[in-house]
């Protein structure tokens, strides 16, 4: 009867000793693991943030380098560009209105592109030359973070946002 009292003693006193090795490793391994997807987590909410801050950005931007530069053309104080060459042709696909502004940390690149307006006969509508109140459309895109605007960077999909804006010889630009 002894010898059955000693042997529950002594797997008692096993049990007292701790956790074995192989529970430590699983137990570390399981915390790793959460760690790990916390971070990548929050780097991830970290991504989103700055994508829709700078998303909000370039959509203030896009409108205001078509107001700049509308402003210029209508004064005729864009380089290159007159107020009659913005309404006599449409801009070249290989040489739109091309820039970048630095804001903050970031470098938001720009292209517009401007297109004469047409109905279905192919008329310009707003009228001809003579009538001075012709239509163009102003297209605008801006983009960051990649060289490329129709390129996706992993993770975040494409940065880039645009805009449109119609506008005609007759309209005043002066602020």
């Given amino acids: 009867m002894s010898r059955v009292v000693w042997n529950i003693r002594r797997a008692s006193s096993r049990s007292k000793l701790g956790f074995s090795v192989a529970e430590l490793v699983i137990c570390l391994g399981l915390i790793a693991i959460m760690s790990l997807s916390i971070v990548a987590l929050i780097l991830q909410l970290i991504r989103g943030s700055d994508k829709h801050s700078n998303l909000a950005a370039g959509n203030v931007l896009a409108q205001q380098i078509i107001t700049e530069k509308l402003q210029s053309i209508y004064s005729d104080s864009e380089p290159g560009l007159t107020k009659d060459q913005f309404f006599d042709n449409d801009s070249p696909p290989a040489a739109p209105l091309e820039g970048f502004v630095l804001l903050g940390t970031t470098e938001f ?60 010889e007759k309209m005043d630009f002066d602020v």
Avoid: C
């Fill in 109 to 168: 690149t720009y292209q517009m592109t401007y297109q004469t307006v047409v109905n279905s006969g192919g008329v310009p509508v707003g009228g001809n030359v003579a009538e001075k109140n012709r239509l163009k459309r102003v297209d605008i895109t801006v983009w960051w973070w990649t060289d490329d605007p129709h390129k996706a960077r992993f993770g975040s999909g494409y940065l880039r946002t645009t805009a449109t804006r119609f506008v005609n």
